[in-house]
């Protein structure tokens, strides 16, 4: 069974920085692709940032050129640079992975709050 704690949100003014992590536990190895998703209040869940073992990404339209998603495979963590920040980026921010063998199975953290406020 895999864990994923998400750590480094917070309140951040517009324009500013903030970068999330996450980190996977226990059968850490087991995991393929990465990613992050976010959900605003009243509005269905939709796409940050994705990330596969071999570093191909993938990104929402919105944060395009602003957000970077990286990864360390050795210690099973997912990494989420968000920089130009916009309120529109304010979110509870979900860690996700997708099991390595079982591509059906994923798992998600418990959500992280970024506000992004003046």
């Known amino acids: 069974q895999v864990q994923l704690v998400e750590s480094g949100g917070g309140l951040v003014q517009p324009g500013g920085s903030l970068t999330l992590s996450c980190a996977a536990s226990?059968?850490?190895?087991?995991?393929?692709?990465m990613g992050w998703y976010r959900q605003a209040p009243g509005k269905q869940r939709e796409l940050v940032a994705t990330?596969?073992?071999?570093?191909?990404?993938n990104y929402g339209d919105s944060v395009k050129g602003r957000f970077t998603i990286s990864r360390d495979n050795a210690k099973g963590t997912v990494y989420l640079q968000m920089n130009s920040l916009k309120p529109d980026d304010t979110a509870v921010y979900y860690c996700?992975?997708?099991?390595?063998?079982?591509?059906?199975?994923?798992?998600w953290g418990q959500g992280t709050q970024v506000t992004v406020s003046s």
């Open positions: 996700n992975a997708v099991d390595r063998f079982i591509p059906s199975r994923t798992y």
């Open positions: 226990g059968s850490g190895f087991s995991i393929n692709a």
């Open positions: 990330i596969t073992r071999g570093s191909s990404t």
